[in-house]
């Protein structure tokens, strides 16, 4: 079907936006994401895409700018990084609230003070409440392949909502991996048409968007908007069925890896996930039934579904690449909320690891995994939250 | 009147109905009213013009009566009102008067 | 054909701003953008600056406009507008649209000289084909009458409250509408909704040129300006007749002074007028006002001379325009 290439992750998600052809990009140039646009205003200056890019001169104007693009009533893209992001936070809630299809691609990365180019997931977590739809990428593969169907989640006309791919910043933004291209046409099939609802450029049916909204409807609108979300968790099954049929590849909610019977389960996003896929294979090689889930739909979070994915697990250890300080991390919180409304109690604990791009290594895996059979044994867990590979 | 419910709501609280202001009411506001007195009035337009709330009604280029339901009485009208030998065309009567 | 710039022939238009509206009882800024509105023959989309003007326009169900409107946030008016011009491009190459739209979008002076700046001045850098309307009215009003880079010196407001020690704001406003036309765009102009037709005309000038255009319109404010609610439109003649407003363009870069009073009056003519300046007047301000008279000279004549180079260079005498 399509070619085998190997290309860094950036490469990946720039080639991905030039089988897309959106009508418009708006963007600014961050570390680490700045070469998804840079490789793709040469697609826009040699004429090999049809899309008006708006070289902005901020992030705020970039999500401004796509905001007024896609109201306008066409495909619109960017992409961005941490503090790039967090200057769009004001903006991101404008999206989602004017229920705008924006496709966004978010290479993780950690955020200020002190400045970090490096990937984590504070950027991504710190936007959980923008109302976007989250995708989360393992490695350039599924980045590539989740644009794509972020595409086909957002304008699909039950949703109509912005949303989101990330993938870690340098760990797969900046490292070549092989992958496989699907075909330009089929591509084109696949995302379809863009169908515009109240475009602002039909001068003949002049609508109003943005109006000031006072308690008397307000709160009307939040519920729709948190109705219109939820139901991305059954078309992001629909849209995954679908790209199976023309790639070959599985895609779920999330992943589960060698969770049946587990006792215990890890939790890890992104590509921390692969790193740790090979440890647990290692201690299921020694007896020890340990498994991995790895989410992939953040928002909306499927609750029920993974409460029953880590039923049987005992002891679950949660990872994060973010932190909430004095709190626990976000995924954290997320996964005891889905076994507490499932009525599981389950031992948890929560690793806050790799902040600003430190490593995260199959021995930091193994050490955590050796933690949790203690924990399984004694049935007593220590400190809940613990970082993981910090110097005293 | 009933409010609309979160299902029947337009999505991202767009408004389809362009310029359905019209249907509400802000002639409640006014402290006085301008009171226009045809026989003094040249069809200057200024009145028109210069009215904030697009309540001076004209019709073949000629004034007609004020648009009382939105008029909201700032009295701009009759300040600029130039009039036919130093007598206004227009001018302001207190409300309930 | 454009309708001709006359009362009689412009009342035969549509208002595309309703009343209904909810600014308060003799606004200028309403006034100002009926003006605008009237003035184009073609398609408008506008975006809209949080602000007055877009709040009480738009209280939900409710929306007084009768063009494509979309208001984001406060900062970027221009951002978003860009980005619906640049949709326009877009689908206009691709044969999908092929009306004549033009894109304007309309700010207050706090969303605009403030924190509206950068996305202003990005998107006037890109070139796109746009008009901006900043309604002047010298100060936050919808938050309750906070100075602004656009407030005036000297001027009454509740963050640079008239104290014993500090006399109101003791800075001089920034010149926006000569900050744009450094960006050299073909065309940048200031003007009141008192001199309709020189309004509408540079409306008309600003629709006209293929790229982008800034407008700056003094919007009086009775509440923060402390005025009745009738006499708007007389304050913009007298800030035109004291040169505290100048009327003026820049079209592809050249000068020219539209409005020279035949007697310049004091700047006192203006500041008396209002209870903002009310200060000013008490016997131990004469300092301040003399203040006030100096910077409105300093301007004006700033004006004056770039205005005769201009005429001096293109061989036209200043009152030949």
């Known amino acids: 079907m399509g070619k085998k290439l190997a290309i860094t992750g950036n490469q990946a998600l720039a080639e991905a936006m030039r089988q897309i052809n959106p009508d418009v990009c708006a963007a600014y140039p961050i570390t680490p994401s700045t070469e998804i646009m840079q490789r793709f205003a040469s697609f826009v200056s040699d004429g090999v895409v049809d899309t008006e890019l708006v070289t902005v001169e901020s992030e705020h104007s970039a999500m401004s700018a796509c905001i007024g693009a896609s109201a306008a009533g066409g495909r619109v893209m960017t992409a961005t990084s941490s503090q790039g992001l967090a200057l769009m936070w004001e903006m991101l809630h404008i999206a989602s609230g004017m229920r705008l299809p924006i496709a966004m691609t978010l290479v993780n990365r950690a955020l200020s003070a002190p400045i970090n180019i490096h990937g984590d997931h504070s950027d991504g977590m710190g936007s959980r409440d923008c109302g976007w739809i989250q995708l989360y990428s393992e490695n350039a593969q599924e980045a590539y392949d989740n644009i794509f169907q972020a595409v086909r989640i957002a304008e699909h006309e039950d949703i109509r909502l912005p949303a989101m791919v990330c993938m870690d910043g340098f760990i797969i933004s900046h490292s070549i991996e092989s992958m496989e291209f699907l075909p330009d046409e089929v591509i084109r099939d696949f995302i379809g048409e863009f169908k515009p609802k109240y475009p602002l450029l039909d001068v003949d049916k002049p609508v109003t968007y943005g109006p000031l909204v006072l308690p008397d409807f307000y709160i009307e609108f939040k519920r729709a908007q948190h109705e219109a979300i939820n139901k991305a968790k059954k078309v992001t099954l629909e849209v995954a069925r679908e790209f199976e049929k023309i790639s070959g590849r599985s895609y779920g909610l999330f992943e589960p890896y060698r969770l049946d019977d587990a006792e215990i389960a890890i939790v890890l996003l992104n590509s921390a996930a692969g790193t740790a896929k090979d440890v647990v294979d290692d201690f299921r090689n020694k007896g020890i039934r340990v498994g991995l889930l790895k989410p992939r739909l953040f928002r909306p979070f499927p609750y029920e579904e993974i409460a029953e994915a880590l039923g049987d697990a005992k002891v679950i250890c949660v990872f994060d690449r973010a932190d909430s300080f004095g709190g626990f991390g976000p995924m954290y919180m997320e996964i005891a909320s889905a076994m507490m409304a499932a009525g599981s109690s389950p031992l948890m604990v929560n690793k806050i690891y790799g902040l600003g791009g430190r490593d995260f290594m199959p021995e930091d895996a193994e050490a955590v995994i050796k933690e949790m059979t203690g924990i399984l044994d004694t049935g007593k867990t220590g400190t809940l939250k613990e970082y993981i590979g910090v110097r005293e | ?97 | 054909m454009s309708t001709p710039l006359r009362l009689k022939e412009l009342s035969k238009k549509e208002d595309l701003l309703t009343g209904g509206h909810r600014m308060c009882a003799g606004c200028g800024a309403p006034i100002a953008i009926r003006q605008v509105l009237l003035a184009a023959d073609v398609p408008l989309v506008a975006a809209n600056a949080t602000g007055c003007l877009e709040v009480s326009t738009t209280i939900y169900p409710y929306t007084a406009w009768k063009i494509p409107w979309i208001h984001s946030a406060f900062e970027n008016a221009a951002a978003t507008i860009s980005g619906v011009e640049a949709m326009y491009k877009a689908l206009k190459k691709k044969g999908k649209i092929d009306r004549k739209i033009k894109f304007i979008a309309f700010g207050g002076d706090g969303g605009t000289y403030d924190i509206g700046l950068q996305s202003l001045s990005g998107a006037m850098e890109r070139g796109h084909d746009m008009v901006y309307i900043c309604y002047d009215n010298g100060a936050y009003m919808n938050t309750g009458i906070q100075r602004s880079s656009a407030t005036p010196f000297g001027a009454n407001t509740t963050t640079c409250p008239a104290g014993r020690v500090i006399h109101g704001k003791p800075q001089k406003r920034k010149n926006l509408t000569r900050i744009m036309a450094a960006h050299d765009i073909p065309y940048v102009a200031q003007t009141t909704p008192a001199h309709w037709r020189d309004l509408m005309t540079k409306v008309r000038k600003a629709l006209e040129v293929d790229g982008p255009a800034f407008i700056n319109i003094l919007a009086p404010c009775n509440r923060g300006w402390r005025t009745p609610t009738n006499n708007a439109i007389e304050l913009c003649r007298i800030a035109a007749d004291t040169c505290f407003w100048p009327l003026y363009e820049y079209e592809n870069g050249k000068l020219t002074v539209n409005y020279k009073p035949k007697e310049k009056k004091p700047v006192t003519d203006f500041l008396k007028t209002q209870g903002r300046f009310k200060h000013l007047f008490s016997p131990d301000s004469k300092d301040l006002l003399k203040q006030a008279q100096e910077n409105t000279d300093h301007e004006w004549d700033k004006l004056l001379r770039e205005a005769a180079c201009w005429a001096e260079e293109t061989g036209t005498t200043e009152e030949g325009k």
């Open chain 2, 1 to 97: 009147m009933k409010l609309k419910g979160w299902k029947e709501l337009e999505i991202g609280a767009i408004i389809p109905e362009a310029g359905n202001a019209e249907q509400y009411n802000t002639g409640s506001w006014r402290a006085s009213r301008p009171q226009w007195i045809e026989e003094n009035c040249i069809q200057c337009l200024f009145c028109w013009i210069y009215c904030p709330d697009s309540s001076v009604t004209v019709k073949d280029s000629k004034r007609g009566e004020f648009d009382y339901g939105h008029c909201k009485g700032c009295g701009v009208c009759a300040h600029e009102c130039p009039g036919k030998k130093g007598k206004k065309a227009i001018v302001m009567v207190e409300e309930g008067n």
